[in-house]
């Protein structure tokens, strides 16, 4: 699996750390991470690329879960408030509660930003998820520590424009 590694400059108003983006899945999808993600299967058999901030205990993660139907058959069918609703009830079934939550589409892409607080750690996860055809992209931050909370949001925030579906 080939990574290709582009620098990007984070805003000086939250920090001097680098932050890169990464094509995966054979290039149709990018990602930012501050550094090289490790890819994992999950015990359902997808795959997932992780990593790790140690020192401010934020994790990032990126998956790709395929969908029965095509994005446009859903969105045809059952209207964008079906997609949302789905959407939220993936982040419930994780047992987190979810705090904020904005979406949109049109006939080729759905898009939606969120912020959910983990029931038991109050733990906070940010993310984005992206649909299209027949895949669900979803990149997560994940702040364990509550002084860095704020600091995993504003890289949601800053960067979410560098998650995007390339093909």
């Known amino acids: 699996m080939?990574?290709?590694l582009l620098s990007v400059f984070?805003?000086?108003i939250?920090?001097?750390d680098?932050?890169?983006i990464y094509?995966?899945?054979n290039n149709k999808y990018e990602a930012i991470f501050p550094k090289q993600p490790q890819s994992n299967i999950s015990p359902r058999g997808l795959k997932?690329?992780?990593t790790t901030d140690t020192k401010r205990q934020i994790t990032y993660l990126a998956m790709k879960l395929y969908l029965p139907m095509s994005y446009k058959?859903?969105?045809k069918k059952f209207g964008k408030n079906h997609i949302d609703k789905s959407v939220k009830n993936s982040i419930r079934s994780m047992k987190f509660n979810i705090l904020e939550f904005t979406s949109t589409s049109n006939i080729n892409q759905y898009k939606a930003i969120y912020k959910a607080e983990e029931i038991k750690s109050g733990a906070m996860m940010y993310g984005v998820v992206i649909q299209d055809k027949k895949n669900d992209y979803r990149w997560?931050?994940?702040a364990k520590d509550i002084n860095y909370r704020t600091y995993a949001e504003d890289i949601r925030d800053g960067y979410k424009s560098y998650f995007k579906i390339l093909n």
């Open 18 to 20: 680098d932050y890169y």
């Open 48 to 50: 997932f690329y992780t």
């Open 2 to 4: 080939k990574f290709i």
């Open 73 to 75: 058959q859903v969105l």
């Open 10 to 12: 984070f805003l000086t």
């Open 23 to 25: 094509k995966l899945y």
């Open 14 to 16: 939250l920090s001097a």
């Open 140 to 142: 997560n931050i994940y």
